[in-house]
């Protein structure tokens, strides 16, 4: 969500003119999109407003801004802590960025509404999209803080996304990724009859996008319907994010999360028996209050039984105004930490085990950039989005689908050799 709303702010500073410098202390105007779903982060962007107030005594008339969920959450409270700030933007509210600039109006923008379908984007990448599909979220897990910044679940009508993306392949993108706190729940708040999988339909039947993923499911909502879709439509990547959070059911409860363990591993069996091939991931907290040891035992064996290709791991990071933050029995930082390296190390043990497994398969990818590190080389994912750096094909491959054989695993992914060339659409 973060990255797509930053290129909404890059494309927003781009129509006003503006070109991208490759240091803070050569620019105008320095705007930084922060996230609140953990304290690090936020602290991390109080250390870079500070670094930057020096910039700005050094420049003056450079404006600095914060936009994003922090934003949202602080408000004028940030311009209390920082006040050389000069903007203050909530995801709702990027569309104002320009005015709050030019000063027209004030300097914090946090009112809830929403954002323009008409925003201009910038796009890191001219053959991937993120579009975003749902905002918001009305599940109120425990620890998160995002329903109370991002608002409630609200779905962007069906027909302007599938324009959207008409008009991005129509510019050459090849790749979409459908963005959304929970897919899953697409369309309930929309009068036309279309839940995500009759989404996913309609975006398969569009001209020029080769492949589509999405993210987030939340596991309670993953319908049959879903799992279908992912097996049957051609574009549709066989990857799956399925956070599940904890591996141990009281844990699960205390976070208010929707299912059990067994209900978990049921899903996943689903999954994996529609989608032989899919490339699954996962979201999960070390250390959430009154997790006992043997309670993150069960989230260790879980990852043991389930081995997922990836996982994004955090240790439980207390959010004021949560219901968890008030929670008795607040695990110790030390235990935390020290639960949150066991699982990154079974982790990363599980990814690299089943990269070496994967080596000598030939896997369809898209070549998308050059390959900083190899003169030459291009890199690319493949379609359950694991990266490879793809020797001697040249940059005149990208934006192809290459059969790649894949000859060396890494904890990132691969090295492969060009294969077959399956089609130059560009
Ligand atoms: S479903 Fe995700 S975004 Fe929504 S409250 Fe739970 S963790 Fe937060």
Redesign the pocket.
């Known amino acids: 969500m973060n990255k797509a709303d930053s290129e909404r702010i890059a494309g927003l500073l781009a129509d006003m003119g503006g070109n991208s410098v490759d240091l803070p202390e050569e620019a105008d105007v320095v705007l930084l999109n922060t996230c609140s779903?953990r304290d690090h982060a936020e602290q991390r962007v109080y250390g870079k407003l500070g670094q930057l107030k020096k910039h700005k005594a050094a420049r003056p008339g450079m404006k600095i801004g914060v936009c994003g969920c922090m934003a949202q959450k602080e408000g004028e409270a940030l311009l209390l802590r920082a006040p050389y700030v000069d903007l203050v933007v909530g995801p709702d509210n990027l569309h104002r960025i320009p005015e709050l600039l030019h000063g027209d109006s004030g300097r914090v923008a946090v009112a809830e509404g929403e954002l323009p379908d008409e925003l201009p984007v910038r796009r890191e990448n001219d053959l991937h999209a993120w579009v975003t599909v749902i905002r918001g979220?009305?599940?109120?897990?425990s620890?998160?803080?995002?329903?109370y910044v991002?608002g409630r679940e609200r779905s962007r009508p069906a027909g302007i996304i599938v324009d959207e993306i008409k008009a991005l392949a129509g510019d050459g993108c090849k790749e979409v990724t459908l963005l959304g706190?929970?897919v899953n729940s697409y369309g309930k708040n929309l009068a036309d009859d279309c839940d995500f999988a009759a989404l996913l339909e309609r975006v398969n039947d569009i001209d020029g996008i080769d492949r589509i993923r999405f993210a987030?499911s939340?596991p309670k909502d993953m319908s049959d319907r879903l799992i279908r879709a992912v097996a049957d439509l051609p574009k549709v990547c066989e990857q799956i994010h399925l956070?599940v959070?904890a591996g141990d059911d009281d844990t699960l409860k205390r976070?208010?999360?929707g299912y059990t363990v067994s209900d978990y591993r049921k899903l996943v069996d689903k999954v994996r028996a529609a989608v032989p091939d899919v490339i699954l991931s996962t979201?999960v907290i070390a250390g959430f209050p009154g997790e006992t040891e043997a309670a993150f035992q069960g989230t260790m064996k879980l990852f043991r039984d389930i081995r997922y290709d990836q996982a994004y791991m955090f240790h439980y990071s207390p959010r004021t105004g949560t219901r968890a933050a008030s929670l008795e029995d607040q695990i110790p930082p030390e235990v935390r930490k020290r639960r949150l390296a066991e699982l990154i190390e079974l982790q990363n043990d599980v990814t690299c085990q089943i990269n070496a497994a994967a080596v000598g398969k030939v896997e369809e990818v898209l070549i998308d950039r050059d390959n900083p590190a190899d003169a030459g080389g291009m890199m690319g994912r493949t379609r359950g989005g694991k990266t490879v750096a793809v020797k001697t094909t040249g940059s005149d491959s990208r934006g192809r689908l290459i059969k790649v054989s894949l000859r060396q695993a890494h904890l990132w992914g691969f090295v492969g050799e060009p294969f077959e060339v399956l089609c130059s659409s560009r």
């Not at 979220?137 to 897990?141: A, L, Y």
């Open positions: 779903v979220c009305n599940n109120f897990c620890y998160c803080i995002v329903p991002r706190q929970n987030t939340h956070p959070q976070m208010g999360r979201d």
